[in-house]
């Protein structure tokens, strides 16, 4: 794997490099196909050396702090040891992988990493949650941190949307790490990581990248092409407004110790208006637009009709319900996958008055039920939930009888 000073966007506006890390979750051995044939593969060369598609980086430019970054991909062709990064903030990155690994179910895996903010001093990153399904280990060859993949099973020609959403408590940082199938229309939250908070957020800069990270197998290399398009980067700042780029610029990594080889050359970035959407894609015999000249590269123009916010989802709850036993009253509900996902939640206790006796607000995506610990007389009690999604939206709240 190439080191991470090969890999870093040399700007002041992302505050993190943007490689990859392998993943190897302990999970079922399958087998698939090594990769996905295209009119632009070279299968057959006779190569030796590393011969990797150049790496690139797709690099978005915002003026303030954000909570939750938020961008759409669809990959259309892929390979194996391939890293399509949607997100690269201060601090971390998550997106997609094409992963050679046969102890996976599928090779098509969601990542989300997040460095140590001090490795040294024993100031790791963490995770507080992850999906069932979810694996979650430490990486380290890059920078040390944590990291979680899940067997996600990503398609091709299909878009996704990937979320970050961030807040502090206690003297930590934590980020949500969502992804929404847009054919489907289904969210998933496949882990939530975190590290002490530093000042600030996810960053003022965006950027997504394109990696093969092992270059020393025929099978793996720059012979094979690989393609993906973005659009929708947004931001959400820390005064709840939308912000989408003010500027976009694409780079490819050079030639460093002879890594590219052969594709020095095989790598290209645009706008599709097709698409309304940028495109980045190298390997096999993928060549520069002439824009380009001899350089390595490109600023790129704003997305079409983006808009001055995004169109969102609503969070959807049902199944409310509230019992009392052992002077506790335990609440729970559910939230449908195809609505806004949750990031908080407020129980108010009311008494027959209407009048609250006790309330909890906690920031925890994951959580369906809670607890109020409270002794009650005879008489109707209520609860009252109120949800608040990823993006700041506040839920109707809803009243349930509590049941005795």
């Not at 295209?38 to 006779?46: F, G, H, M, Q, R």
């Not at 807040?167 to 940082?173: A, D, F, L, T, V």
């Not at 720059?222 to 976009?248: I, M, P, Q, Y």
Request: hydrophobic share 35%; aromatic share 12%.
């Amino acid at each position: 794997m190439i080191k991470a000073s090969q890999c870093a966007i040399l700007l002041s506006v992302l505050l993190s490099s943007s490689c990859s890390k392998s993943t190897r979750p302990d999970l079922k051995l399958k087998q698939y196909n090594s990769q996905t044939q295209s009119d632009k593969d070279l299968p057959n060369l006779n190569l030796s050396g590393s011969n990797a598609a150049p790496s690139q980086h797709l690099v978005y430019r915002f003026k303030n702090d954000a909570v939750l970054k938020m961008h759409k991909i669809k990959i259309t062709n892929t390979a194996k040891t391939e890293y399509f990064s949607v997100h690269n903030y201060q601090g971390g990155y998550a997106g997609l992988q094409d992963t050679p690994d046969q102890n996976t179910p599928t090779p098509y895996t969601l990542i989300a990493s997040l460095w140590d903010l001090n490795t040294s001093a024993a100031n790791y990153a963490f995770y507080s949650y992850k999906a069932p399904t979810t694996v979650a280990s430490r990486f380290g060859g890059e920078g040390d941190g944590q990291k979680t993949v899940n067997p996600y099973g990503w398609e091709l020609n299909t878009w996704y949307n990937v979320v970050l959403r961030s807040w502090k408590e206690n003297g930590k940082i934590y980020i949500a790490n969502f992804i929404r199938n847009e054919a489907t229309g289904k969210w998933f939250h496949t882990s939530t990581i975190g590290r002490q908070a530093e000042s600030g957020f996810l960053g003022v800069g965006n950027g997504a990248f394109l990696e093969n990270w092992v270059g020393d197998n025929p099978s793996w290399d720059g012979r094979f092409h690989r393609k993906a398009f973005f659009k929708d980067c947004w931001n959400l700042g820390v005064d709840n407004v939308w912000e989408k780029s003010t500027s976009r610029y694409f780079s490819a990594n050079d030639n460093d110790a002879g890594r590219n080889g052969y594709f020095d050359r095989a790598f290209n970035a645009g706008y599709d208006a097709t698409e309304n959407a940028h495109f980045m894609e190298h390997g096999g015999s993928v060549t520069p637009d002439a824009a380009f000249g001899t350089g390595r590269t490109l600023d790129l123009p704003e997305q079409a009709n983006q808009g001055t916010a995004p169109t969102l989802t609503a969070l959807n709850s049902s199944n409310e319900s509230a019992k009392y036993q052992s002077n506790k009253v335990i609440v729970s509900w559910a939230v449908s996958d195809t609505g806004s996902p949750q990031l908080s939640y407020k129980i108010e206790l009311l008494d027959p008055n209407g009048v609250v006796l006790a309330n909890k607000e906690l920031i925890r995506p994951e959580k369906r039920a809670d607890t109020l610990n409270n002794t009650l007389a005879t008489g109707n009690y209520n609860v009252r939930l109120t949800i608040t999604d990823i993006f700041n939206k506040q839920s109707t709240a809803k009243t349930v009888r509590v049941l005795k």
